[in-house]
């Protein structure tokens, strides 16, 4: 059974702060990491991806992948009150096709 | 361009009703999945499709549950005999099917369905 962890929180940060998220897999063959954004009632919303071990940067956010910990984070920089979401890290086994398995998402609140 | 377009946006039914649940993916893109969204958990995979087959449907979970891609593009989920405990959301989401390990789910808006 292919799994994808995430502490489901909340996880409360005040404006400005750097909130940290964790995800971690259970696929060693995994290849494909995402991450998800999700207001209340709305739909996932891709925000970042990455490949290959390291960190990947795109404006206020960075994903770090260790395959070797089979671990992956964002962590989001001067949050803002509008980054309060569910975040949902996704995982996709070996290939280039096929589902993603989700975990079950970590509720962040930026606090003004 | 336009996104991932799911219809209806609510649907409400009765117990041992049938439905059908409406997916129109990205221009182009060969790919298309539908997950299905229960109250505080992450999607769950349902079935894929690549072009008009079904490249895995591992994840309907009985027979109840049928889905189909005629033409390889718009697909329609259809749920036989619903019970209350299919309520949830559907996703659709749609992806190139050609970009290698960077290949990329773009979700629809998705269908709330509510079996009383």
């Known amino acids: 059974q292919k799994e994808v962890e995430q502490n489901s929180g909340p996880l409360s940060v005040p404006e400005g702060a750097i909130a940290s998220l964790n995800c971690t897999y259970s696929?060693?063959?995994?290849?494909?990491f995402f991450w998800y954004r999700q207001y209340s009632g709305k739909s996932p919303e891709l925000i970042m991806s990455i490949y290959s071990n390291g960190d990947k940067e795109d404006g206020r956010f960075t994903a770090q992948l260790n395959k070797a910990s089979q671990y992956v984070s964002l962590l989001i920089r001067d949050s803002q009150p509008s980054d309060s979401a569910t975040y949902l890290c996704a995982v996709r086994g070996g290939g280039s096709q096929g589902n993603l398995i989700f975990g079950k998402g970590t509720k962040l609140s930026v606090k003004p | 361009g336009a996104g991932v377009s799911q219809t209806p946006s609510n649907k409400v039914t009765e117990k041992g009703k049938y439905v059908e649940l409406r997916c129109d993916p990205i221009?182009?893109?060969?790919?298309l999945y539908w997950y299905r969204q229960s109250l505080g958990q992450g999607p769950e995979f349902l079935i894929y499709f690549q072009g008009t087959g079904a490249a895995d449907d591992s994840g309907l979970p009985n027979d109840r549950f049928f889905a189909v891609r005629p033409e390889g593009s718009v697909s329609t989920l259809k749920i036989q005999r619903t019970e209350r405990g299919d309520s949830a959301v559907y996703l659709c989401?749609?992806?190139?099917?050609?970009?290698?390990?960077?290949?990329?789910?773009?979700f629809g808006p998705g269908t709330r369905l509510l079996v009383l």
């Open positions: 696929d060693r063959g995994s290849q494909s």
């Open positions: 221009s182009g893109h060969t790919a």
């Open positions: 989401a749609s992806s190139p099917g050609e970009r290698g390990i960077q290949e990329t789910q773009y």
